[in-house]
């Protein structure tokens, strides 16, 4: 049996008055013609809630990962879960590799190395949550913009692989990121 340690104890304080100035928000991905759709390593993601919408406490990115899609071995300074709604991906967390399915949900724990694949020959979908926000931050910064949630970006040449690369190895760290390159076999 997996048991789980007991959560960590606060103090328990009163709980804030209400902030008026936040807004809720309520997301169409397939019909919200405001939301970014940024093509990124092959993959679209597309930013259903940001950091701004949560006061910075999370964001909820809607990714789409085609056959043979997914980041290169990285890690980083804050939670990543993912909720796996189509399809299927492989994951391989501190190098050992499982599959995660639709219905599945996976958390992977800050500064863990980690990467994921979809290995299927269909598309998966897969909601990821980032805790505190800042990883759509890194996505506007290395990404393309596309015009809905399941448009590839533009092909990449060689030079534009080496250069797209440069790019997100140089701005990974203001993000709290680390590329794990050197791991990363094709």
């Not at 169409?28 to 013609?33: A, G, L, N, R, V």
């Not at 724990?109 to 890194?138: D, I, K, M, Y």
């Not at 913009?145 to 190895?169: H, Q």
């Amino acid at each position: 049996m997996n048991e789980r340690p007991a959560p960590a104890s606060s103090s328990a304080g009163p709980i804030p008055a209400d902030d008026p100035g936040r807004e809720l928000t309520q997301i169409s991905p397939d019909t919200d013609e405001t939301l970014p759709h940024l093509g990124v390593v092959g993959d679209t993601y597309t930013i259903l809630v940001s950091g701004q919408d949560t006061a910075g406490r999370y964001t909820l990115i809607d990714m789409h990962v085609p056959p043979g899609g997914g980041p290169p071995p990285h890690r980083h300074d804050f939670e990543e879960m993912f909720t796996i709604l189509d399809g299927e991906i492989e994951l391989t967390f501190r190098g050992a590799t499982t599959v995660a399915k639709a219905g599945d949900t996976v958390n992977v724990p800050a500064n863990a190395p980690h990467v994921f694949t979809n290995n299927a020959e269909r598309p998966a979908r897969l909601l990821c949550l980032c805790s505190p926000s800042g990883q759509e931050e890194f996505f506007r910064a290395v990404g393309v913009s596309v015009a809905n949630r399941t448009d590839p970006p533009p092909p990449l040449d060689k030079a534009g692989t080496a250069a797209f690369i440069a790019k997100a190895v140089a701005l990974a760290p203001q993000y709290r990121t680390e590329l794990l390159l050197a791991e990363h076999t094709d």
